[in-house]
């Protein structure tokens, strides 16, 4: 786990040797901190938890990006804040509990389980907590409540599992218009005024002209598998994981059939 880092005022990202995983801490009032997907293996939670201890910050709350097993992690160690997600996410997890806790234990075993997973469904358009101003811009791309976090005083957009620099665009496929979910959640992203840096939960952080890049590239990716044309996404090279490969390959069919 790399340190925690201030990309803007008030604003701390760290990032994971483990698919370059981000967690993002926004600093409140009174030593309270709003922390985003924290992740994500169990020595990860615990650098986390000891940097921000020693920075004398304490989680107020806590919001998940969505339901997936790298994005709804938490250690005792972090206290007892109320843990927020997307009332679709929330549901998911419930329903998908079981295949999330084997995926967890299969990539980054040994934490406590009965912490994974534990988010109260949050209706409305941004995170009650002491601190300043976190909108909510929910959908269903990637996952069913995918939640993107914008901070509009320092100009941070949290995007979840979207706008990536190292991962093509991944539809959820169970869902039954993943593509129109995820062209939703394009969108929407695009439309945020006044984004100045974007942190994506898997890659590196970006400025403005590159968050309107790697949009552009989710488009051309989407364009060219919705018509079923052969394309190369400069993300997905020789040293892509495996499992992203796959989900390429397996993108293609799903759009074939
Ligand atoms: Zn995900």
């Given at each position: 786990?790399?340190?925690?880092?201030e990309i803007?005022?008030?604003?701390?990202?760290?990032?994971?040797?483990?698919?370059?995983?981000?967690?993002?801490?926004?600093?409140?009032?009174?030593?309270?901190?709003?922390?985003?997907?924290?992740?994500?293996?169990?020595?990860?939670?615990?650098?986390?938890?000891?940097?921000?201890?020693?920075?004398?910050?304490?989680?107020?709350?806590?919001?998940?990006?969505?339901?997936?097993?790298?994005?709804?992690?938490?250690?005792?160690?972090?206290?007892?804040?109320?843990?927020?997600?997307?009332?679709?996410?929330?549901?998911?997890?419930?329903?998908?509990?079981?295949?999330?806790?084997?995926?967890?234990?299969?990539?980054?075993?040994?934490?406590?389980?009965?912490?994974?997973?534990?988010?109260?469904?949050?209706?409305?358009?941004?995170?009650?907590?002491?601190?300043?101003?976190?909108?909510l811009i929910?959908?269903?791309?990637?996952?069913?409540?995918?939640?993107?976090?914008?901070?509009?005083?320092?100009?941070?957009?949290?995007?979840?599992?979207?706008?990536?620099?190292?991962?093509?665009?991944?539809?959820?496929?169970?869902?039954?218009?993943?593509?129109?979910?995820?062209?939703?959640?394009?969108?929407?992203?695009?439309?945020?005024?006044?984004?100045?840096?974007?942190?994506?939960?898997?890659?590196?952080?970006?400025?403005?002209?590159?968050?309107?890049?790697?949009?552009?590239?989710?488009?051309?990716?989407?364009?060219?598998?919705?018509?079923?044309?052969?394309?190369?996404?400069?993300?997905?090279?020789?040293?892509?994981?495996?499992?992203?490969?796959?989900?390429?390959?397996?993108?293609?069919?799903?759009?074939?059939?």
């Amino acid at each position: 786990m790399g340190r925690l880092t201030e990309i803007a005022p008030g604003v701390l990202v760290a990032t994971s040797t483990y698919a370059m995983t981000t967690s993002t801490v926004v600093v409140g009032s009174s030593g309270g901190c709003l922390l985003v997907d924290p992740a994500v293996t169990v020595a990860d939670l615990a650098a986390l938890a000891g940097e921000l201890a020693d920075r004398g910050l304490r989680p107020a709350a806590a919001w998940s990006t969505h339901p997936h097993w790298d994005h709804v992690l938490w250690s005792a160690a972090l206290g007892g804040a109320p843990r927020y997600a997307a009332p679709a996410a929330v549901t998911l997890l419930a329903t998908e509990r079981g295949a999330m806790l084997e995926q967890l234990g299969q990539s980054a075993p040994g934490h406590d389980l009965e912490l994974v997973g534990r988010m109260q469904a949050l209706e409305g358009t941004a995170i009650p907590w002491d601190g300043p101003d976190a909108r909510l811009i929910v959908h269903d791309g990637h996952a069913p409540g995918h939640g993107a976090v914008f901070l509009p005083d320092s100009g941070v957009l949290l995007a979840g599992d979207m706008c990536s620099d190292i991962e093509i665009p991944l539809l959820d496929t169970e869902e039954k218009d993943p593509l129109g979910d995820y062209r939703t959640g394009v969108e929407r992203l695009a439309s945020v005024p006044g984004v100045r840096q974007v942190v994506p939960g898997h890659g590196h952080i970006g400025d403005s002209g590159e968050l309107r890049r790697r949009l552009g590239l989710d488009t051309a990716y989407l364009d060219a598998m919705s018509a079923g044309r052969p394309y190369q996404d400069p993300r997905l090279t020789a040293d892509s994981p495996e499992w992203m490969r796959d989900m390429h390959e397996s993108q293609v069919r799903y759009f074939q059939a």
